[in-house]
């Protein structure tokens, strides 16, 4: 745990936002804590873009796409390239879908991760659940709740990232079969058995 502090905090200076961030959020009400995940969530997608185009001129074509919904998507573009795996992105996908209903509906701000699970209609459930559980071992010792799949998922997709920047700048740049094979090997290695 004391590795994965330190890791957190090389992120948390990495990305330039302020030492125990990680902490912070983890106990945010659950609006807070999907809208501020979310945003780091994009925050590392725009590096990982920028960072695989090595072209300054990018960054005008990437603020104009958005981040989730359609063929001209970042998340697309990211899939298109085959830069991160599919676990990732729908865990991304399975986050983005709340933020965007959260964020648009003021009255949602009360709401919980569980509420909103619940409120989903069964087959969107299925779906929603595949999303956001696809990085962790759902037989972990969780109290099973949304807000714990989406908290372990996404600490998850933020320590592959971080490793992904990390591996990127000592490697000089693994190819996309190399970092491919250590990102799957990652989640399997670390999703926790009963």
Same mark, same amino acid.
């Given at each position: 745990?004391?590795?994965?502090?330190?890791? !957190? @905090?090389? %992120?948390?200076?990495?990305?330039?936002?302020?030492? $125990?961030?990680?902490?912070? #959020?983890?106990?945010?009400? +659950?609006?807070?804590?999907?809208?501020?995940?979310?945003?780091?969530?994009?925050?590392?997608?725009?590096?990982?873009?920028?960072?695989?185009?090595?072209?300054?001129? !990018? @960054?005008? %074509?990437?603020?104009?796409?958005?981040?989730?919904? $359609?063929?001209?998507?970042? #998340?697309?573009?990211?899939? +298109?390239?085959?830069?991160?795996?599919?676990?990732?992105?729908?865990?991304?996908?399975?986050?983005?879908?709340?933020?965007?209903?959260?964020?648009?509906?003021?009255?949602?701000?009360?709401?919980?991760?569980?509420?909103?699970?619940?409120?989903?209609?069964?087959?969107?459930?299925?779906?929603?659940? +595949?999303?956001?559980?696809?990085?962790?071992?759902?037989?972990?010792?969780?109290?099973?709740?949304?807000?714990?799949?989406?908290?372990?998922?996404?600490?998850?997709?933020?320590?592959?990232?971080?490793?992904?920047?990390?591996?990127?700048?000592?490697?000089?740049?693994?190819?996309?079969?190399?970092?491919?094979?250590?990102?799957?090997?990652?989640?399997?290695?670390?999703?926790?058995?009963?």
């Amino acid at each position: 745990m004391e590795r994965f502090n330190s890791d !957190m @905090e090389d %992120f948390e200076r990495d990305m330039g936002i302020d030492p $125990g961030f990680f902490k912070v #959020l983890a106990k945010e009400p +659950d609006w807070a804590f999907v809208v501020k995940l979310q945003a780091l969530m994009e925050s590392a997608i725009n590096s990982l873009l920028r960072e695989h185009f090595h072209e300054p001129k !990018m @960054e005008a %074509f990437l603020g104009v796409l958005t981040y989730n919904g $359609g063929a001209a998507s970042k #998340l697309s573009l990211v899939r +298109d390239l085959e830069l991160l795996p599919n676990e990732l992105l729908k865990f991304f996908t399975g986050l983005a879908s709340i933020r965007n209903k959260w964020v648009h509906g003021v009255r949602d701000v009360d709401n919980t991760l569980q509420a909103h699970y619940e409120a989903l209609p069964l087959p969107q459930q299925k779906q929603f659940l +595949d999303n956001i559980s696809c990085l962790v071992d759902t037989r972990l010792p969780l109290k099973n709740t949304i807000r714990d799949l989406i908290e372990a998922g996404g600490f998850h997709a933020i320590v592959l990232l971080f490793t992904w920047r990390k591996v990127h700048k000592l490697t000089k740049g693994a190819t996309r079969d190399e970092w491919l094979h250590f990102i799957e090997d990652f989640v399997t290695k670390t999703k926790t058995p009963d």
